[in-house]
Structures are given as structure tokens and as C-alpha cells.
């Protein structure tokens, strides 16, 4: 590649980095790069604030995104890990996250009041979590890159672009030219550099199909005021509330749900199998009301709601790469594909690859060498996340056919999100307490599991997929799912890490097993923390080391001193 005589410009048009839109993947990685004195374009086609999705935060991207924060010197992407801290110093608009809560529903009947969990987020050390209103998020992200050094073209047509192993570039529709050494894509579902060198597949490669219809509404009523389940610790209305069903699931996003909230919006989405409900030509409104008239339960949330801006309706949601990686470029995630919003993987699998992308891409800047070894573990990894969040999701479709089924497999998920929050505790401990960042490099060091947070942890590798292999079984009609989930709940009692964390407060149920009312009490951070100590096994109990138990300690401190009071 021929670039023009950079130094004759005084490098005006050309950077270390380009990258390719401004949502919360580019504005950070902006941010990271800047704060490492790189030079950083962010190019944008549209222009803030603007509309769009992947609205919750979940305890795994907080925990990574402190991570990230810390190591580099990024506060502000700390600022947006907990809710309190989101709320207070970037936008009143922003949701309050207390629980995941799942309920289940059957056509043309009320809810069972037994069909539903409820998974409960912590409200300490940190504080719960957060409802993201994106378009105040993401100019805050974006303001602090500038305020780092990024150059920021908003409102900015390309018309090429370039990337091979002597540069990048790319030219605007204006005929502006310009230069880097490297190029990030975060384009999404339209990723350029995705179309340029023709890497998606057709079909797409992954099990999971849903297509969506999605919209913010006023006028939707707390669904508290319908169903409150018996041991429920926190409102619906104060969480995630996803609605399932066969061939889908709603979810209710509400940024309305606290008394300091400056926001009426709730955010809504419908995902639907297209395979069971075909995508036609009548109108969203239309379709969410079809839908609605089948379901009298969620009906009675909607009565009085109205959407308040037009409704956006998608083909299928998933889209697969044959790669994510090449000549000084990189598809950051979601350009390299993606799944389904169920349990708000997206922006957890996508601080994952921050942190690892960042760390590699910092020493190439630094050594002036981008040979495709040093990024093979990004592709590998990308691949990996999508994969295993395909399995995962695609098992949950196959489960929102019978409540049993689901009660029993997303306990996978239960049980593989605190082994994974462990881990990352663990790590952002050794580092704070040492400042050495192997711990944190640690994470990203071939662990033998890469799609999986706990991603060195045998025994949880082992355990999903025997369950998932009971939900294929479902699936492809050799086994009942009552035959399934009694197999997935046996396995779980016979796992001697899995078992245990259901009575640390972490999820309340309408099934009879495992129910747990203790709504993490102080006896439930004693009980953990005895557990850990004594009876876990090995591969938990390194999660549990002296900087680990500090940090346990200091919770259980703050609980007590929150009982005194």
C-alpha cells in the first residue's frame, strides 16, 4: 500500500489506530489507546446520540470493565460499573438493575405463579447494576476518548478502505485520506471491512435463530403490579424482566424504575424464532399485538403502553465470519458475529475482547510489528465466545418449551456466572494488591475453555455439556423434556462445585428444588465464605486466595455494619 508522505502533512491524516464507529466497543478502546499516548481516529457514519441497543449490564462486563479500567487508567469506563456511580455522574436517565427475572408463559392461559426464577444481583460490594439509556452512555464514553486525545469524525461517509500488511487507510466520500497502522472494526451487523473482504458466511453457522422487533414504549406497567412471586427478594419492575415462551421471549427494560430517574422509557423487545413465527410484511405494531392477544399475562403489562419511537424489525439476528482477524485489522465482536440479547452476553463478551485485543495491540503499536501470530489468540477467542453463547442460547429456545426444561438448564448459567465472577474477583484482587498485570494477563493466557468465563475450570466445561446434551436431545425428540431436566438437576447434585452456590441467595424459584428465600443476607457471604474455606473443591478453591479473602472479608464486614444499622 502506497501511502502519501505523512510527515509532509505533519501527520494530520494518519494515526496509530483507525476505528470504525463510535459505540461502547470503539469509545473505549479509543480511550485505552489515547491514554497510552497512540494517536486514535474514531470514524462515525451517523452522529450522537443516537438509538440503539444492548441496554443492561450484567455482574461479569462490571467486573471486566474495573478490570480494564484500572490496568489502563480509564475511570470513566469504571464510573459505569455500578449503577450508583452510572446514575450520579453520567445520566439520571439510566435504569436500576437488581435481578435477572425470568417468567413463563403458555398461549391463550394467565400465568402460572409457579412458572418463573428470579436471579438476584448483589447489592454489595459494588452495587446492583445498570439500564443503560445508550445514547447518554455512549456520548459520555465517547467525550471521555476525546478528552484522551481521540480525533472524532462524526456524520462521516467511507468510500474505501484499505488494510494490508504495510498499513491501513480509508478514504472518505469528501476524498479525505486517511492513515494508520491499524484498523478496528466496530460496525456490528454492517462491519465495512466484514463486506470488503467478503468474510460472512451464507448461511450463517450457528444454531440460534430469532429475529426482533424493538422499541422504547411509556405507558408500561410494572409487572409487580400483575404477578409478585412468594420469596421474591426484589420488583420485577427493579431488573431485567424477560418474558418466555415456545419459539421466543420479551424483554422489559425499564429505565423508569427508581425515584431519582429523570426517564419514563422502557426499553422492550420481542425475539421469535423465525423458523415458528415468519418474519411477514405486516406492520411491528401490528405483530406485537397479534402477539400480545396470545399471551393475556404480558397483555395486561401492555394495556396502556405506546411506543415513542418507530419500531425496528430485523431479518434473522445471527450472522457468522469465516474469520475475525487479518493483514492490521480486526472485527471487534459483534462485526464478527452475533447471537441473541438473552442474558446480555453482548457487552460482556465484548469487554472480554477489550481486554485482550488491547493488551496485544498496545506492544505491536509499541514493537511496530503486526505479524498475525500476535493476534491469533484474539481470533480464536472471538470465535470461541460466539460459539459457546450459540450453544448456550439456542439450548434456552429449545428450554422456553417447557418450564421444567428451563428451570433445570439455565442453572448452567447461574452456576457458570459466579465460578466466572470468582475468577475475575480474583485476579483484579492480585492486581490492585500487587500492580503486576500477569495476574490480570493470566486471564488471557490460552486458558484451555476460551468461550467460557470460568474458561480453566474443567469440571464446569464437563457439566455444560452433558446438560446441553440432554437439551439436543430435547430438541431432536430422543428424549422427554421432564427425562432432560430430571438429568441436568441430577447432574448438578452430583457436581460438588454446582450444588452448593444455589444456597448463597443467588436465585429464588417457583419449582420445589432448590428454592432459597435468604435474599442474600449476611448468612449466606458467612455461609460462602466457610464453603470456600473448607468443603469446596480444588479448582474452587483457588479462587480463594489471601487477596480474594480480603476482598471477602471487607463484604461480609460491610454486610454486618448494613445489619447494624
Keep these: 500500500m502506497q501511502h502519501r508522505d505523512d510527515k509532509a502533512n505533519g501527520k494530520s491524516n494518519h494515526f496509530d489506530v483507525i476505528i470504525l464507529g463510535s459505540g461502547m466497543s470503539g469509545t473505549q478502546m479509543g480511550a485505552i489507546l489515547a491514554r497510552q499516548n497512540f494517536r486514535v481516529l474514531i470514524v462515525e457514519e451517523s452522529s450522537h446520540p443516537r438509538f440503539t441497543i444492548g441496554e443492561s449490564s450484567i455482574p461479569e462486563t462490571s467486573l471486566m470493565n474495573r478490570i480494564i479500567a484500572d490496568r489502563y487508567g480509564v475511570p470513566e469506563i469504571k464510573t459505569i460499573t455500578s449503577f450508583y456511580t452510572t446514575s450520579k455522574k453520567v445520566a439520571s436517565s439510566t435504569g436500576i438493575k437488581r435481578n435477572f427475572g425470568f417468567v413463563f408463559h403458555k398461549p391463550g392461559q394467565e400465568h402460572d405463579p409457579k412458572e418463573f426464577t428470579q436471579c438476584i444481583i448483589p447489592e454489595l460490594p459494588w452495587g446492583p447494576e445498570s439500564h443503560f439509556f445508550r445514547q447518554d452512555v455512549d456520548a459520555y464514553l465517547l467525550n471521555a476518548a476525546i478528552r484522551y486525545g481521540c480525533t472524532v469524525r462524526q456524520r462521516t461517509t467511507i468510500a474505501t478502505y484499505e488494510a494490508d500488511s504495510a498499513g491501513v487507510a480509508v478514504t472518505t466520500s469528501q476524498g479525505e485520506r486517511f492513515t494508520g497502522r491499524y484498523m478496528i472494526d466496530c460496525g456490528g451487523p454492517r462491519a465495512p471491512l466484514a463486506a470488503k473482504f467478503g468474510l460472512r458466511e451464507d448461511p450463517c453457522r450457528y444454531k440460534t435463530h430469532s429475529r426482533s422487533l424493538y422499541t422504547h414504549m411509556v405507558g408500561v406497567r410494572p409487572f409487580d403490579e400483575i404477578f409478585k412471586a412468594k420469596g421474591q427478594r426484589w420488583r420485577w419492575h427493579e431488573g431485567t424482566l424477560h418474558h418466555m415462551f415456545h419459539g421466543g421471549w420479551l424483554w422489559v427494560i425499564p429505565f423508569n424504575n427508581h425515584p431519582w430517574s429523570t426517564n419514563e422509557l422502557v426499553s422492550v423487545g420481542l425475539q ?73 452476553r453482548g457487552l460482556e463478551n465484548t469487554a472480554v475482547t ?63 456466572t459466579i465460578l466466572g465472577q470468582f475468577r475475575l474477583i480474583q485476579a483484579h484482587a492480585k492486581f490492585q494488591q500487587t500492580g503486576d498485570t500477569a495476574h490480570l494477563d493470566h486471564l488471557d493466557d490460552d486458558p484451555p475453555y476460551l468461550g467460557y468465563l470460568c474458561a480453566d475450570m474443567e469440571g464446569y466445561h464437563r457439566l455444560f455439556n452433558d446438560a446441553k446434551a440432554e437439551v439436543d436431545a430435547v430438541a431432536e425428540k430422543r428424549r422427554s423434556a421432564a427425562d432432560a431436566a430430571a438429568n441436568i438437576h441430577r447432574m448438578i447434585d452430583q457436581a460438588d462445585f454446582a450444588r452448593p452456590l444455589f444456597s448463597f441467595g443467588y436465585c429464588v424459584t417457583g419449582a420445589k428444588r432448590y428454592v432459597n428465600h435468604s435474599k442474600y443476607s449476611l448468612l449466606p457471604a458467612v455461609r460462602l465464605f466457610h464453603w470456600t474455606q473448607t468443603a469446596a473443591p480444588p479448582e474452587v478453591k483457588r479462587y480463594f486466595d489471601s487477596p480474594m479473602l480480603s476482598l471477602l472479608k471487607a463484604y461480609v464486614e460491610a454486610r454486618v455494619e448494613m445489619a447494624m444499622k
Excluded at 289 to 304: G, M, N, T, V
Excluded at 329 to 339: D, E
Excluded at 380 to 393: I, K, S, T
Aim: proline letters at 5%.
Design 354 to 416: 477489550i481486554h485482550a485485543l488491547a493488551a496485544r495491540l498496545i506492544k505491536a503499536l509499541r514493537d511496530d510489528d503486526f505479524s498475525p501470530e500476535r493476534f491469533e489468540y484474539i481470533e480464536r477467542l472471538q470465535q470461541a465466545l460466539l460459539a459457546h453463547n450459540d450453544d448456550f442460547v439456542s439450548c434456552c429456545y429449545t428450554a422456553f418449551s417447557d418450564f421444567q426444561l428451563w428451570d433445570a438448564f439455565h442453572r448452567l448459567w447461574a452456576v457458570g
Design 272 to 344: 421469535l424464532d423465525p423458523r415458528i413465527y415468519p418474519k411477514t410484511d405486516i406492520p411491528a405494531q401490528q405483530e406485537f399485538d397479534e402477539f400480545l392477544a396470545r399471551f393475556p399475562s404480558i397483555a395486561a403489562q401492555f394495556k396502556q403502553a405506546k411506543p415513542v419511537r418507530d419500531w425496528v424489525k430485523t431479518d434473522r439476528l445471527q450472522y457468522s465470519s469465516t474469520r475475525a482477524m487479518g493483514d492490521r485489522y480486526c472485527l471487534m465482536l459483534h462485526a464478527a458475529g452475533f447471537i441473541d440479547p438473552l442474558f446480555s
